[in-house]
């Protein structure tokens, strides 16, 4: 079955540390992953995607994400949240749709 | 002008009431998706379509339609709205070219409440 979990329903971080955001995945076959953003009264943004070239990605706004097939992980990272990155994030995985998890707010303070 | 439009952006109704949010778009996909988004809940998918002629149920399609008038529009329909049918309903396409990697393009979203 292919589904999705992020770990975190809420992640607070102060601007300037390092943003974190995790996801899992179950596939079974090799998996094409996703990150979106979603700003307040937005759609969808993508940030980056996984589709089985380099293992490290890199996305818009400094975000990055690295595929771990050992660990069935494609988790989101920042080196320093900016007050603009407070937004809800969503993990996805693509099958005949993309399958998303439940999301991620994040919320960045001063 | 947006790629993917979708109408209306924002919509109060009353139960049992007959509604239809549209989409259209012009980036020529040939892939069009319908989901809700509740809070807590992330992206759920409604309906899906491949072609004009290929429409497929998601999962949780129940108590809604929709209608692929053409390659460029993607209709969703609630027959009967009811309550916990309030949500923000998205449209996306994607590219036939590349169905198993592509990304989805995403519509700003129909803020839908029913009374």
């Known amino acids: 079955a292919q589904s999705v979990t992020q770990l975190d329903s809420h992640v607070s971080v102060s601007e300037g540390t390092p943003v974190l955001l995790r996801c899992n995945y179950s596939s079974s076959y090799s998996p094409s992953l996703f990150w979106y953003v979603q700003h307040p009264n937005k759609g969808l943004q993508l940030l980056l995607k996984y589709t089985s070239a380099a293992t490290l990605v890199k996305g818009i706004n400094g975000f990055e994400a690295e595929f771990k097939k050992s660990e069935t992980s494609f988790h989101l990272t920042k080196p320093s949240a900016h007050m603009s990155d407070a937004a809800e994030y969503f993990c996805g995985l693509r099958g005949y749709a993309l399958n998303f998890g439940k999301g991620t707010s994040l919320l960045v303070t001063p | 002008d947006a790629d993917v439009t979708q109408t209306p952006r924002n919509r109060i109704t009353k139960t049992g009431k007959r509604i239809m949010l549209e989409c259209s778009q012009t980036?020529?996909?040939?892939?069009m998706y319908w989901y809700r988004q509740d809070p807590g809940l992330g992206l759920r998918l409604i309906y899906y379509s491949f072609d004009v002629k290929d429409i497929n149920k998601g999962e949780i399609s129940d108590g809604y339609s929709v209608s692929r008038q053409a390659q460029a529009k993607f209709s969703l329909s609630l027959e009967s709205a009811i309550p916990n049918q309030t949500a923000l309903y998205f449209c996306?396409?994607?590219?036939?070219?590349?169905?198993?990697?592509?990304?989805?393009?995403f519509g700003e979203g129909s803020r839908l409440t029913v009374l």
């Open positions: 996306a396409t994607s590219d036939l070219d590349t169905p198993n990697t592509g990304e989805l393009f």
């Open positions: 980036k020529g996909h040939d892939r």
